[in-house]
């Protein structure tokens, strides 16, 4: 059963860091890409990051380029996500979520991904 367990979420000051993981169990990572999104309450989904676990490409969006760094642990099955420079912006709720790799690079649209996680919290607030 593919399971995607998000952590790390919490409140930050603007400027600040978070490191959020992805415990992933249930599949072989280096199968599938992660990708992290972001979402507000009546909103959609946006892209965040994503990595092709397999040959460690990763993808940004720009919103967050120079910022946020994603990071795969293939030994432990988790996937991190270090965000830094925190705005008030980024603040939201972050899923993780798998999708087949294509070995083409990861994707950044939502409607690639299949398994979806619960998803942390993140609050920017001073």
């Known amino acids: 059963q593919v399971q995607l367990v998000e952590s790390g979420g919490g409140p930050v000051q603007p400027g600040g860091s978070l490191r959020l993981s992805c415990a992933t169990s249930?599949?072989?990572?280096?199968?599938?890409?992660i990708g992290w999104f972001r979402q507000d309450p009546g909103k959609e989904r946006e892209p965040v990051s994503c990595?092709?676990?397999?040959?460690?490409?990763?993808t940004y969006a720009d919103s967050v380029m120079g910022r946020f760094a994603i990071s795969g642990d293939r030994a432990k099955n988790i996937v991190y996500l270090q965000m830094n420079s925190l705005k008030p912006e980024d603040g939201g709720t972050y899923y993780c979520?798998?999708?087949?790799?294509?070995?083409?690079?990861?994707?950044?649209?939502?409607?690639?991904?299949?398994?979806w996680g619960q998803g942390t919290q993140v609050t920017i607030s001073t």
């Open positions: 990595i092709e676990t397999r040959w460690g490409v990763k």
């Open positions: 249930g599949f072989i990572l280096d199968d599938y890409d």
């Open positions: 979520a798998a999708g087949t790799s294509t070995g083409f690079g990861c994707s950044l649209s939502p409607s690639d991904y299949n398994n």
